[in-house]
C-alpha cells in the first residue's frame, strides 16, 4: 500500500506543499519559506480546503519566522504577528484559518519563551498539536464510516473532501480510504463538480493515487448512474451544518440529495464536529455565497458563455435534515431525530459564536 | 423585433450556414459550394440537430451540384449520388440526415428531367419543402406550447433545441420563441449541459439573440433554482420517444426530471411527432449510447481529469413517462394515459421502421 496523500508535509522544520494548481497534471511539492509564498499559496489555492487550511497556518507561521532569522525573542514575535495578520486576510471566509492563526498567537503571546529556541519549539509543539488533532478527527471519522461500507460497496460522491482538504484521509473519503485499508472492495463515482471540477481535478486523482477504483461522471449524469449502476450510498463533506441538520455544502448536493432519496439511496453527510454550528437553528439561516461569473463565463480562458447574458454561480446549497440519513463525525454517527442528537453528540462547544 | 435566427440560409441559388463551432464568440455564415465543405461542416459540428440536418442535407445537394457546373442531366444526376452517398456517411445515427437525403434523391432518379434547368428546380422545390416543412412544425409546436405558457413565466430547459438546432423557432424553444412574440414576459433559465455545454455556446447565445432574458446555470444547480427560484416549467427537447412516453433525451434530462417532480414544476417534452417511435413499447428497448471519454478528460486541449482513472460517458438518458406532464407536439399536446393517447395522436405513421 501506497504512503497516505499528504498535501502538507513538515520535515526538519521544512514545509512543502502539494501545489494543488497543478493536478492532476504534475504531482509537485513546493517549498514554503517566506510570507509572500504562504499568501501566494492561499490565494491562488495552491492549498484549499478548511483543515488543510488551518494545518498549513500553523506551519507556515513557524517556516516564515525561522527564514527570516530573528535575532531574539522579540524580533521573531513581531514577525510572526505581521505574518499572522498578513495570512488572516488572506481568505475571509475561512474559519478555520483565523482558529488556527489564533492558537499559534495565543502560544506566542501569552506564554513567556526564555529563549529563542524556546519559542521555536512552543510554537512547533502547537502547530503539531493542530496537526495532530485535525488528523485524528478526520481518521476517527472514517472508522465510524467505514463501519457503514460492506465490502464491494459503490459510493457516489461530489467536490473533492479528501485528503487533499484536510491533513490526511479527509471527511468524505475518510470512511472509503478506511474501508480500503481494511480490505473492503469500494468503488466510487465521483461528480466533475462543475464550475471549478474539484471532482475531476483533485477527488478523482487522489483515490486513484491510492489505488482505490474511481469513476468520473459529469455533474448531470448521478441520476443516471443511479437509476443504472449499483449506487449503494453517498457521502459527501459539509461547510456547515445547523443545529436541525440543515447542511450547506458544495453547490449540486443538494440536487444529490434529492436524487438519492428518490431511488432510496442512503445519503451520509461526513465532517468534523467543528462544522456544526448550533448557534443557527436550521438552514434558512445560512446566506448564499455567490461567487464570480467569470468562473462560468470562461474555462482555461477561453469564453464559453457569451458576453452579455446573466449567469447564477451559487457557491453552495442547502440540503434538508430530511434528505440526510445520518452524519458521520469524530464523535460517532448521528443519526435522527437530528434536532434531539445533534446537541446531545456534539454539545455546548459550538453554540457560542 | 429582430428577424428569426435561421442558421441554414437559400438565398439566389447560395447556401449558408452559421459555424456554430465558433458561437458564442463569432456569428459568421459561412458558404458551403462544394462536397468536401458539406461534408466538414456535417462532421465538424458547423450544423447540428436533427431536423437542422435534413434541412441542410436538401439544400447541400444543390448546392454542390450547381457549383460542379454539369454539362447535362444525366451528368447531374450522377453527381448528386455520389454526394447523398457521401452525406449519408457523415453521421451514421442522424436519422434526419438520410431521411431528407432520400427525398431528394427519390426526385431526382425517380422522375424524368427534360432540361438541367428542370433537374434543377425539381431538387429546390423540395429542398424548400423540407425546409418550410419543418418549420411548419417547430412553429406549430411554438403555438400549442406557447398555450401553457402565462404572462411572467420562468422556464427551465436543458441542452440546445432551439432554432439553431432547426430551421427557425426550434422544439423546446419554440414555445418559448412564440410566448415571446406574443407579449409575454418570459425568463429562461439554461443548464450549461456538460460535456459539450450546448447550453452555454447555443442556448444561452440564441435566446439572448432573440432579445428574451436568459440566466445560465451548472448542471448541478438546477435543484437549488428550483427550490429558490420561481420555476414555473421545465421545457426540453427529445431524441426518441417510446409509445409508452419513455423519452430519450440529452444526458441530464432524467435528473432534471426527478427533481422537477420532487419541487411540484410541470415537466414538458417538446418535439415534433416524427421523434415519437411507436416500435418500442417503452424506454427499456432504447440503448444508452456512450460517447468518448476525451469530452470528459479533456477540455479546450487541457487535460482536466488525471489520465488512466475510468471515465463514464452516457450521451442521453431515459425519462420515465410517469415523471412527464404532457408532450408539446406540432399535433397537439398529449397528456396521460400515454399508452393510449400518443399512438391515438401521432398516428400509425411512425410504427412502422
Redesign the interface.
Known amino acids: 500500500m501506497k504512503p497516505h496523500l499528504k498535501p502538507i508535509l513538515w520535515e526538519n522544520r521544512n514545509l512543502h506543499i502539494i501545489d494543488q494548481t497543478l493536478?492532476?497534471?504534475a504531482l509537485n511539492h513546493i517549498p514554503i519559506t517566506t510570507l509572500q509564498e504562504a499568501e501566494d499559496a492561499i490565494k491562488l489555492l495552491k492549498i484549499r480546503g478548511a483543515p488543510a487550511l488551518g494545518i498549513f497556518a500553523g506551519f507556515a507561521l513557524l517556516a516564515i519566522v525561522i527564514h527570516e532569522k530573528p535575532k531574539n525573542v522579540s524580533e521573531a514575535i513581531q514577525i510572526i504577528n505581521h505574518s499572522a495578520d498578513v495570512i488572516k486576510k488572506t481568505r475571509p471566509t475561512a474559519v478555520n484559518l483565523f482558529w488556527a492563526t489564533d492558537r499559534i498567537l495565543k502560544v506566542v503571546n501569552n506564554t513567556s519563551h526564555e529563549t529563542l529556541n524556546n519559542l521555536l519549539n512552543n510554537i512547533e509543539q502547537e502547530a503539531l498539536n493542530i496537526y495532530q488533532e485535525e488528523t485524528k478527527a478526520c481518521e476517527q471519522i472514517g472508522i465510524y464510516g467505514s463501519s457503514l461500507i460492506k465490502n464491494s460497496t459503490t459510493i457516489l460522491t461530489?467536490c473533492n473532501a479528501g485528503a487533499l482538504a484536510t491533513g490526511e484521509y479527509g471527511t468524505a473519503l475518510s470512511p472509503i480510504y478506511i474501508a480500503y485499508e481494511e480490505g473492503k472492495s469500494v468503488h466510487v463515482?465521483a461528480?466533475?463538480?462543475?464550475?471549478l471540477?474539484q471532482g475531476?481535478?483533485l477527488t478523482?486523482?487522489e483515490?486513484?493515487y491510492a489505488g482505490i477504483?474511481?469513476?468520473?461522471?459529469?455533474?448531470?449524469?448521478?441520476?443516471?448512474?443511479m437509476?443504472?449502476k449499483k449506487v449503494d450510498m453517498v457521502i459527501v463533506g459539509a461547510d456547515r451544518i445547523a443545529k436541525n441538520g440543515d447542511t450547506a455544502n458544495k453547490?449540486?448536493t443538494?440536487?444529490l440529495s434529492?436524487?438519492a432519496?428518490?431511488h432510496g439511496i442512503p445519503f451520509y453527510i461526513s465532517a468534523p464536529s467543528s462544522t456544526f454550528d448550533l448557534n443557527i437553528s436550521n438552514g434558512s439561516q445560512i446566506p448564499?455565497e455567490e461567487r464570480n461569473p467569470d468562473e462560468?463565463y470562461f474555462?482555461?480562458n477561453?469564453?464559453?458563455?457569451?458576453?452579455?447574458?446573466?449567469?447564477?454561480?451559487?457557491a453552495f446549497?442547502v440540503t434538508p435534515a430530511e434528505n440526510i440519513t445520518a452524519f458521520i463525525t469524530e464523535k460517532g454517527i448521528i443519526y435522527p431525530p437530528f434536532d434531539k442528537t445533534i446537541p446531545k453528540t456534539i454539545g455546548n462547544k459550538n453554540e457560542k459564536k
Open positions: 493536478l492532476p497534471g461530489h463515482y461528480d466533475e463538480t462543475r464550475p471540477l475531476a481535478r478523482a486523482w483515490l486513484q477504483p474511481v469513476t468520473l461522471i459529469c455533474d448531470n449524469m448521478a441520476g443516471q448512474v437509476k443504472e453547490i449540486g443538494y440536487s434529492v436524487l432519496k428518490y448564499i462560468i474555462f482555461n477561453k469564453r464559453i458563455a457569451p458576453e452579455g447574458i446573466s449567469i447564477y454561480n451559487p446549497d
